[in-house]
């Protein structure tokens, strides 16, 4: 109900951007210092409109506002992010593409050097935002390591919002409009505060993000679980951190702004006063986070997304992960035993090798907790292996989903490669679960 709620409320909003400034032009027309001289004229200035309600719907999306991403989950929000970028960029070319048609002699707006300031604006912001475009649909194709693409998108995306509002600023004629002034004036003010708690207060001065380092257990060779704690100040009680169990956050190693930071699945259970990330160390940060002191402090931002089973409707749950993407599921599985949750789980778990499968005995424990199936597949089997192997497939799922009672109220999650969502996707596909019942969340960004 929470969930479904938080959508109206955003779609609203988003809705709200889009539909007003175009919707203000239609009723305003009539104003003598609005009244265009013909066709192309109100199509320049109403694909104007559009592309800058979309940019700000763009710009707003990826802010890390954890309610829109518990409404859509992180996925959706990033798919309709780039999404909006395009169209934002189509917008733009099809403004300028109306101007020019009103006047062929307007195209001497796109000289940088003679053209007046707003147009001079007008061009910096596209030049910025197309290739903001080309830079997002190259993503890693581009050979550009992670934080050095976030940087140039952020760059980027600064630059296009600014000299679009300084051509907005310009236009004489909608900016001495009431209307019109006040409802740009709102944009740019909602754009400049969800900024502002993006990139100033959640990173610089919110005292809930930091956390302490309680310990660091080893899971295997290549993984750990790091073990924070909110921190707590001058001995009072810690601030409590609230999430859903699926739920991830990024975790930073400093306080600032320009600090590393990466995306983590919570690990464990939601009814604990710790909180655990289960992380394979892969590269300089996740080791840097393998070897921090107990005591050391950390920087989280969270929790954010839409990936969890925290849901009275469902009658079961299916899961699939592949290696540390059962971190998730833990966190369900753990938090389904705090509440004695009876409704039956069943866990399919991939992994290349034997030593790959984590939390084995864990989860024979908690099969005295749950009604928990646990199915483990290896890709590559060893002599004296006598379960699945092989990839997911069809006759799998028929395994896994038998006996089940009332299969079509299940939920599927899938956490894992790319390789193994796509699988797991298409036979659950081939079998016939309804899309809205499968959950997926990956942190492909780039």
Same mark, same amino acid.
């Given at each position: 109900m929470e969930q479904r709620l938080l959508r109206v409320v955003w779609l609203s909003v988003f809705g709200a951007i889009v539909g007003a400034p175009s919707l203000a032009y239609i009723l305003v027309l009539p104003s003598p210092t609005l009244a265009p001289d013909g066709l192309w004229h109100r199509l320049s200035e109403q694909t104007g409109l559009l592309a800058l309600s979309a940019l700000v719907c763009t710009a707003v999306l990826p802010s890390r506002l954890r309610s829109l991403?518990?409404?859509?989950?992180?996925?959706?929000?990033?798919?309709?992010h780039r999404f909006l970028g395009i169209v934002t960029a189509a917008l733009v070319l099809a403004h300028l593409a109306c101007v020019v048609a009103e006047n062929p002699a307007n195209i001497a707006?796109?000289?940088?050097?003679?053209?007046?300031?707003?147009?001079?604006?007008?061009?910096?912001?596209?030049?910025a935002l197309l290739a903001l475009a080309a830079l997002a649909m190259l993503g890693r194709r581009a050979g550009l390591s992670y934080e050095l693409w976030r940087w140039s998108h952020v760059a980027l995306a600064a630059t296009v919002l600014l000299f679009a509002g300084l051509h907005v600023w310009g236009l004489g004629q909608l900016m001495a409009d009431a209307t019109f002034a006040s409802l740009f004036s709102l944009m740019a003010l909602l754009v400049l505060?969800?900024?502002?708690?993006?990139?100033?207060?959640?990173?610089? $001065?919110?005292?809930?993000?930091?956390?302490?380092v309680r310990g660091i257990r080893r899971e295997s060779r290549t993984v750990s679980t790091l073990v924070l704690e909110p921190l707590s100040r001058g001995g009072d009680r810690a601030t409590t951190w609230a999430f859903a169990p699926g739920q991830f956050a990024w975790i930073r190693l400093d306080r600032s702004v320009t600090a590393q930071?990466?995306? $983590?699945?919570?690990?464990?259970?939601?009814?604990?006063?710790?909180t655990e990330f289960t992380i394979r160390h892969a590269g300089d940060f996740t080791r840097a986070l393998r070897r921090l002191p107990p005591g050391s402090r950390v920087w989280v931002d969270g929790p954010h997304g839409a990936f969890t089973n925290d849901s009275e409707d469902a009658s079961g749950f299916v899961m699939i992960a592949g290696g540390v993407g059962?971190?998730?599921?833990?966190?369900?599985?753990?938090?389904?035993?705090?509440r004695g949750d009876r409704r039956p789980y069943r866990l399919v778990v991939v992994a290349s090798a034997p030593?790959?499968?984590?939390?084995?005995?864990?989860?024979a424990h908690l099969r005295l907790q749950?009604?928990?199936?646990?199915?483990?597949?290896?890709?590559?089997?060893?002599?004296?292996?006598?379960?699945?192997?092989?990839?997911?497939?069809?006759?799998?799922?028929?395994v896994v989903l038998a006996g089940a009672e009332q299969p079509g109220r299940y939920e599927f999650f899938i956490c894992g490669p790319p390789s193994l969502v796509s699988d797991a996707l298409s036979v659950l596909d081939v079998i016939g679960v309804a899309p809205q019942?499968?959950?997926?969340?990956?942190?492909d960004f780039a």
């Amino acid at each position: 109900m929470e969930q479904r709620l938080l959508r109206v409320v955003w779609l609203s909003v988003f809705g709200a951007i889009v539909g007003a400034p175009s919707l203000a032009y239609i009723l305003v027309l009539p104003s003598p210092t609005l009244a265009p001289d013909g066709l192309w004229h109100r199509l320049s200035e109403q694909t104007g409109l559009l592309a800058l309600s979309a940019l700000v719907c763009t710009a707003v999306l990826p802010s890390r506002l954890r309610s829109l991403n518990r409404a859509f989950g992180i996925e959706s929000v990033v798919d309709v992010h780039r999404f909006l970028g395009i169209v934002t960029a189509a917008l733009v070319l099809a403004h300028l593409a109306c101007v020019v048609a009103e006047n062929p002699a307007n195209i001497a707006l796109l000289d940088i050097v003679r053209a007046p300031a707003r147009a001079q604006a007008a061009t910096t912001a596209t030049v910025a935002l197309l290739a903001l475009a080309a830079l997002a649909m190259l993503g890693r194709r581009a050979g550009l390591s992670y934080e050095l693409w976030r940087w140039s998108h952020v760059a980027l995306a600064a630059t296009v919002l600014l000299f679009a509002g300084l051509h907005v600023w310009g236009l004489g004629q909608l900016m001495a409009d009431a209307t019109f002034a006040s409802l740009f004036s709102l944009m740019a003010l909602l754009v400049l505060v969800v900024f502002g708690y993006r990139w100033a207060w959640r990173p610089m $001065f919110d005292p809930s993000t930091e956390f302490v380092v309680r310990g660091i257990r080893r899971e295997s060779r290549t993984v750990s679980t790091l073990v924070l704690e909110p921190l707590s100040r001058g001995g009072d009680r810690a601030t409590t951190w609230a999430f859903a169990p699926g739920q991830f956050a990024w975790i930073r190693l400093d306080r600032s702004v320009t600090a590393q930071e990466h995306p $983590f699945t919570i690990a464990s259970s939601a009814h604990r006063g710790t909180t655990e990330f289960t992380i394979r160390h892969a590269g300089d940060f996740t080791r840097a986070l393998r070897r921090l002191p107990p005591g050391s402090r950390v920087w989280v931002d969270g929790p954010h997304g839409a990936f969890t089973n925290d849901s009275e409707d469902a009658s079961g749950f299916v899961m699939i992960a592949g290696g540390v993407g059962v971190t998730p599921m833990m966190s369900m599985l753990r938090t389904a035993a705090h509440r004695g949750d009876r409704r039956p789980y069943r866990l399919v778990v991939v992994a290349s090798a034997p030593e790959d499968l984590l939390f084995r005995a864990e989860l024979a424990h908690l099969r005295l907790q749950l009604d928990l199936d646990v199915t483990e597949v290896l890709r590559r089997p060893t002599n004296g292996w006598s379960g699945h192997t092989g990839e997911i497939g069809v006759e799998l799922m028929s395994v896994v989903l038998a006996g089940a009672e009332q299969p079509g109220r299940y939920e599927f999650f899938i956490c894992g490669p790319p390789s193994l969502v796509s699988d797991a996707l298409s036979v659950l596909d081939v079998i016939g679960v309804a899309p809205q019942h499968v959950h997926t969340e990956q942190f492909d960004f780039a």
